[in-house]
């Protein structure tokens, strides 16, 4: 039986990669019932699943996304939190979830930082409505004026929001929770994840593949620092793609 989660919405917002981004939500609902699911988009026709929808635009620049996260997704959710994810980011292990975790108001994966900054990662967060809810009551104090959104929030922002009784998760609860570009160990387990580069953590190289093949279609992606750092960090699947390019032009 799959792990109930009735305080938390699953969010999706995403305009461009549809077919990656209803992976990554099937992923979830594979894995946990969740109170609701709230998908942002400009096509919800691809997305089969029941949920709750917001149509917008399919925005210019990923200001857009960042704007609509903090300002369209508050007035669509009911529930204590949101579980937020995007395109290269799902549950990864569903036996991890605490419901410790519904105690802080932003956990996400920490970053590198050692100045008391480092948590988190916004790709894939757990964040309290009433913090979703306040920025955008509080839309001229804390303006999403930039695309990199979850470092306004988590290093701008952060301490005029935490004197005002916002909690941000310890380094180790958000560890648990979920990991980026600093994971703790090659054999550590979390709740979730977030980055491309890192399906290989995640994905048996059949899925990975699946993935890849959507990821080289798209030329946001393929020609992005996202594929650039999936390729870095994965020589081994690098030189089997280097390997299939040189058959087929040879074929």
Known sequence: MKPLLPDVTLVMVETREHALAKLAVDDCCRKMSFADVVIVTDRPQLFERQASYKVVQDWPTKLGWSRSWWYDVPKLVHTSHTLNIQWDSWVWDASI?????????????????????????????????????????????????????????????????????????????????????????????????HAMFNWPVVLDDKDIAVRLELAAASPYIRDSYMMKAFLDKNPRIHTQLLGRATLEAAE
């Open 97 to 193: 979830w605490s419901d410790e975790f519904l105690k802080y108001d932003y956990v996400g994966a920490p970053w590198w930082y050692d100045d008391g900054k480092n948590v988190g990662n916004g790709g894939f967060s757990l964040v309290s409505t009433r913090l979703k809810r306040f920025l955008l009551d509080n839309r001229g104090a804390f303006p999403c004026d930039t695309p990199v959104d979850d470092d306004l929030l988590c290093r701008k922002y952060r301490p005029d929001l935490e004197s005002v009784g916002f909690r941000w998760a310890p380094e180790g609860i958000a560890h648990r929770f979920a990991f980026e570009c600093a994971r703790p160990s090659e054999v550590s387990q979390h709740f979730g994840f």
